[in-house]
């Protein structure tokens, strides 16, 4: 049984070096000292760690519209509403006691209505080492890399997986090239952006979001 979410406490934190393994320490002393704190700790004990923010821009285009709206049969894994803009944004982030992994909810306000919920699960396994499951057996195989006072995920290639087996899918299924990035913007801050990309449609969403820190 999972344990409740409870809130962060200093015994709750220990020391988490998988986001340093997967970028290599040489790259990871280059991000600022509050990145290194963020993907620096492993919470146990069921606690959340939780990000405050606001979404500050949104935009697709037509094929994004209805990749968007598909997507919502696998649980809406991409933003969908563009009167999200500039209404209350959540990240929480809680430790996969039963796995080497990460439970991740962002919760997106809108205009009218109930904020939109976004489940995925990382987990630190595959070729890239980590993977991001966002529902239905999809995931996303993902490379971390630096960039402009951050860190970067891209995706290298999806799978479906069936029970014990993963199935890459061809590039032809593929929805199209994904990046997210964390920047810091100092003061506790950092944006958070979702970028979709289609080699026939080109952009098809984009998401910036505004968040701080909850703890030091």
Known sequence: MKQACRQIHPQDV?????????????????????????????????????????????????????????????????????????????????????????FWIRQYGRASGFPQVIHSSKRFSGPTGIEEYIGAGLGIALRVGINQNGLSFKSDHYFLQIRNRKLRLPAWLSPGALTISHRDLGKTRFLFSLTLKSRLFGELVHQDALFHDMEQ
């Open 14 to 102: 220990v020391p988490d070096y998988r986001f340093h393994d997967l970028v290599g320490e040489k790259a990871w002393n280059t991000l600022p000292v509050s990145v290194r704190r963020r993907f620096g700790k492993r919470l146990k004990g069921g606690a959340s760690v939780v990000y405050q923010g606001v979404v500050v821009s949104m935009r697709r285009n037509l094929a994004g519209f209805f990749l968007s709206q598909l997507a919502r049969l696998i649980g809406g894994p991409l933003p969908h509403d563009l009167s999200s803009v500039r209404q209350p944004a959540v990240v929480s982030v809680t430790e996969d006691c039963a796995g080497d992994g990460q």
